[in-house]
């Protein structure tokens, strides 16, 4: 249905506009918090048995890292999206997410994926898709469990999960019930207000592909339990976007969890990963083991 009003973010001058919008605008320091997790990186890429650049396909950057958890079955596997709008980051700075996910059993995939302004949001978006394709059809070579899949992602990496969810897998000739859950945490979920930013210079959004790319509209075909997150410290507009997105989900009968976290900046809230008996842990272990949160 259409909603005749205008957008939330029509009325904001454009120096408002980048602050709602670009979180690096709004947390100048981001560069200081991927610098305090490199330690940790460097630790698990250096214990953790690893499979690396794994390949799912042709370009540069479908690769995955897997860690393989032991198990005497095959284990459940967890799949993370960074965040970067997009337009930057790399697994490699994330390897942190598997260390608590790995010592519990779960076997963890850290995916890039194609980055913009050298491909578009189409495939970025492809990409993200075709590596939740090859790990459904390839994981069980490294003893994951292709039946037992969940996902979570951070920021751009949240509205690939979300994505995920909006697809006809079945058309894939994949079973959607073999997601058991995903987490998305300080998500954008419309990329229109995008467009409005100095982000775009390297997005190359227009309205037609940031309509075609808005999982806000989309319904969701996969039906599994979702937990959304986002900092206290974000701006609203930032934190609008996870209440739309559960809205969302609501309107087509889902129950999301959706939780605001005190304190916590758009950029230092994944480090929830490394905190035992965190929100975002422990959210992340019941979407991989196929529990509610509750």
């Not at 980055?115 to 090859?134: F, K, M, Q, R």
Request: charged share 20%.
């Amino acid at each position: 249905m259409h909603d005749p009003r205008p957008p939330l973010w029509s009325g904001l001058s454009d120096e408002e506009h980048e602050f709602q919008y670009n979180p690096q605008r709004a947390f100048p320091n981001f560069a200081d918090h991927q610098a305090e997790r490199a330690p940790a990186n460097t630790s698990a890429r250096t214990n953790l048995k690893s499979h690396l650049d794994v390949p799912y396909g042709e370009h540069p950057l479908r690769r995955v890292d897997v860690f393989p958890a032991d198990g005497a079955a095959r284990t459940p596997v967890h799949v993370f999206f960074h965040g970067g709008y997009w337009r930057a980051q790399d697994k490699e700075n994330f390897t942190f997410v598997a260390r608590e996910l790995v010592a519990r059993g779960v076997t963890t995939v850290i995916a890039n994926y194609e980055l913009c302004p050298a491909s578009t949001l189409d495939g970025v978006v492809d990409s993200a898709l075709t590596a939740i394709e090859w790990i459904c059809r390839h994981i069980a070579d490294y003893g994951g469990d292709p039946n037992r899949i969940s996902l979570s992602g951070h920021s751009a990496g949240a509205h690939l999960c979300a994505e995920v969810l909006a697809t006809d897998w079945l058309a894939r000739g994949i079973s959607p019930a073999c997601v058991l859950g995903a987490v998305m945490i300080s998500g954008i979920f419309d990329p229109e207000p995008t467009i409005r930013t100095t982000v775009n210079a390297q997005l190359n959004l227009d309205p037609e592909i940031a309509a075609r790319h808005n999982v806000e509209v989309r319904p969701p075909l996969v039906d599994c339990p979702t937990w959304i997150f986002a900092g206290g410290r974000e701006p609203w507009q930032w934190l609008d976007q996870s209440y739309r997105y559960a809205h969302h989900l609501h309107r087509h009968g889902r129950d999301p969890e959706v939780h605001v976290l005190p304190g916590w900046n758009h950029f230092d809230i994944v480090a929830q990963y490394m905190q035992e008996d965190s929100p975002i842990l422990r959210a992340t272990l019941a979407s991989a083991f196929g529990r509610q949160g509750r």
